[in-house]
T-cell receptor, first 115, second 109 residues
Framework: EPEVTQTPSHQVTQMGQEVILRCVPISNHLYFYWYRQILGQKVEFLVSFYNNEISEKSEIFDDQFSVERPDGSNFTLKIRSTKLEDSAMYFC?????????????FGPGTRLTVL | KNEVEQSPQNLTAQEGEFITINCSYSVGISALHWLQQHPGGGIVSLFMLSSGKKKHGRLIATINIQEKHSSLHITASHPRDSAVYICAVRSHNTDKLIFGTGTRLQVFP
C-alpha cells in the first residue's frame, strides 16, 4: 500500500541553523501539506501546496519557512534560521486532489530538536 | 475558544469495554476526520466522513452535521487500542485541517 515517507525521522540542530525536512508524498497525489505538533500540544496546519505554489498558509508560516517541490517526488520544508520554539514534530501529508472527499494521508513525522 | 473540542481529554478502560470519544466543532465543515496517534508520534487516518456513519472492524464513527458533533466508538476495546485519538475538521473552501487536542485512551488488560 502506498504511503507518505519522511526523512530524517529525527533531526537535531543548533539555534540559527537552517534545516530541510524531506517528504515523499504518495505518487499520484497532487496536494501536499505540512503540519507541526509542539510537544504536548495539538497538531497545527502550516502550509498547503498545489501546482508548484502555496495554496494556503497559516500565520505560523512566516518568512523563516519555505516549501519546495524540487523534483517530481520530493516535497521539502525549509526553516532558514531555526529558533528554540521550532522544536516540534513535523508531519507531511498528501491528498489526491482538493475535493473534501479525498482524505489526507500522513507521513510518520520528523522530530526536530533545536538546541 | 477552540474550533474543535474533544471529550474526554483522558480515558482509561478495561479490556472489552465499549469506548466513546466525542468531538464538537463550531465551524461549517466539508469533512471530519478521526485520526489515531501512537506513542511514537505517527498519525494514521481512521475515518473521513461528511454525513452518517462509517464502520471499520471494531471502530464506528458517526456525525451529526446539524448538531456539529461526531463520535468515535470502539467496541470490545483491547490494550492495542491505547493511543491518542484526534478529531480534525476541514472547513468550507479551505484545504487545511483544524485539529482537536486529542483524547488519550489507555486500555488495561
Amino acid at each position: 500500500e502506498p504511503e507518505v515517507t519522511q526523512t530524517p525521522s529525527h533531526q537535531v540542530t543548533q539555534m540559527g541553523q537552517e534545516v530541510i525536512l524531506r517528504c515523499v508524498p504518495i505518487s499520484n497525489h497532487l496536494y501536499f501539506y505540512w503540519y507541526r505538533q509542539i510537544l504536548g500540544q495539538k497538531v497545527e496546519f502550516l502550509v498547503s501546496f498545489y501546482n508548484n505554489e502555496i495554496s494556503e498558509k497559516s500565520e505560523i508560516f512566516d518568512d523563516q519557512f519555505s516549501v519546495e517541490r524540487p523534483d517530481g517526488s520530493n516535497f521539502t520544508l525549509k526553516i532558514r534560521s531555526t529558533k528554540l520554539e521550532d522544536s516540534a514534530m513535523y508531519f507531511c501529508a498528501s491528498s489526491r486532489d482538493f475535493s473534501s472527499y479525498n482524505e489526507q494521508f500522513f507521513g510518520p513525522g520528523t522530530r526536530l530538536t533545536v538546541l | 475558544k477552540n474550533e474543535v473540542e474533544q471529550s474526554p481529554q483522558n480515558l482509561t478502560a478495561q479490556e472489552g469495554e465499549f469506548i466513546t470519544i466525542n468531538c464538537s466543532y463550531s465551524v461549517g465543515i466539508s469533512a471530519l476526520h478521526w485520526l489515531q496517534q501512537h506513542p511514537g508520534g505517527g498519525i494514521v487516518s481512521l475515518f473521513m466522513l461528511s454525513s452518517g456513519k462509517k464502520k471499520h472492524g471494531r471502530l464506528i464513527a458517526t456525525i451529526n452535521i446539524q448538531e456539529k458533533h461526531s463520535s468515535l466508538h470502539i467496541t470490545a476495546s483491547h490494550p492495542r487500542d491505547s493511543a491518542v485519538y484526534i478529531c480534525a475538521v476541514r472547513s468550507h473552501n479551505t484545504d487545511k485541517l483544524i485539529f482537536g487536542t486529542g483524547t488519550r485512551l489507555q486500555v488495561f488488560p
